[in-house]
Nanobody, 122 residues
Framework: QVQLVESGGGLVQAGGSLRLSCTTS????????MGWFRQAPGKERDFVAA????????YYAESLKGRFTISRDNTKNAVYLQMNSLKPEDTALYYC???????????????WGQGTQVTVSS
């Protein structure tokens, strides 16, 4: 069982930045691919970014490339999402996910955190 805890969300003005963190107490963190999804009210949960267990491979939603950066530190059992040039449409609940394989659908991922709210004001 992998328990994920997100942090770092909050209220930010358009154009600002936030860094989300996701940590786990599991001893096998380094064996999992990690990802971030987001869900706005009334919408489906959408893929944001993913990173392979080694950190060598990263993947992004096409529309977010250049503004968001995913990274991980396996020594700290943590994965991060750096979000720059934030826009009001980035407002959503952001979820951390873990899996044995990377996919862009929610069903591809095995473990989920509770989410952290990001609100971008115009």
């Amino acid at each position: 069982q992998v328990q994920l805890v997100e942090s770092g969300g909050g209220l930010v003005q358009a154009g600002g930045s936030l860094r989300l963190s996701c940590t786990t107490s599991g001893r096998t963190f380094g064996a999992y691919d990690m990802g971030w999804f987001r869900q706005a009210p009334g919408k489906e949960r959408d893929f944001v970014a993913a990173i392979s267990w080694s950190g060598y491979n990263t993947y992004y939603a096409e529309s977010l490339k250049g503004r968001f950066t995913i990274s991980r530190d396996n020594t700290k059992n943590a994965v991060y999402l750096q979000m720059n040039s934030l826009k009001p449409e980035d407002t959503a609940l952001y979820y951390c996910a873990a899996s044995g394989r990377i996919g862009t659908y929610s069903r591809d991922w095995s473990y989920w955190g509770q989410g952290t709210q990001v609100t971008v004001s115009s």
